[in-house]
């Protein structure tokens, strides 16, 4: 073998080598887009069935606006329990009597209760974070006057590096409702 057959297979061999590592560098970051989309639709989805289960089984709503709903509910409990669910600071939270707060899930861009005819599902969120100097809808255009017997609850999470974000929402059929 020559020098110059020599620098020849050296040169294809570094071209196909930096085609393999470019091949590799994309392959890394589609997978951490798509694990970083896996993980806020993970996070919005667990938050979507706890709700779920408790206004499953709920009753009347007892306080109600775009950011915080409260009703009597009778999941796991043959007596009625007053559960609230709060919207604020990207955070989801879920109250229990007069127990204190837990986080249901942290990290959202926005949060929306309403009764089901009141928003579309594509609809755009009413409160996004940050919150420049907007201050969050009057309660009457998320809840009708009167009890709902439905609500519905929109979260969204913004992945990392994303622009976009990812809107899920679940309206529940309140089985209780008078």
Do not use: W
Not at 49 to 57: M, N, T, V
Not at 79 to 84: A, E, H, I, N, W
Not at 171 to 176: E, I, L, P, Q, S
């Amino acid at each position: 073998m020559t020098l110059v057959e020599l620098l020849v297979v050296l040169a294809l061999m570094l071209l196909i080598a930096s085609i393999l590592v470019a091949i590799m560098v994309s392959a890394q970051k589609s997978e951490n887009k798509v694990r970083g989309q896996a993980d806020v639709t993970e996070t919005i989805r667990t938050a979507l069935e706890q709700f779920s289960r408790d206004a499953r089984q709920g009753g009347a709503v007892t306080a109600a606006s775009c950011t915080q709903l409260s009703f009597v509910s009778y999941f796991k409990s043959s007596t009625p329990r007053s559960v609230t669910y709060d919207f604020s600071s990207g955070t989801l939270s879920r109250r229990i009597g007069s127990g204190a707060a837990t986080p249901v899930a942290t990290g959202l861009v926005s949060g929306r209760f309403a009764s089901p005819g009141r928003i579309e599902p594509t609809q755009t969120p009413i409160l996004h974070l940050p919150l420049p100097t907007a201050t969050p809808a009057p309660t009457d255009t998320c809840f009708p006057a009167g009890s709902a017997k439905s609500v519905r609850l929109e979260l969204a999470g913004l992945p990392k590096g994303a622009t976009q974000p990812i809107t899920l929402g679940i309206t529940v059929a309140m089985r209780n409702s008078q």
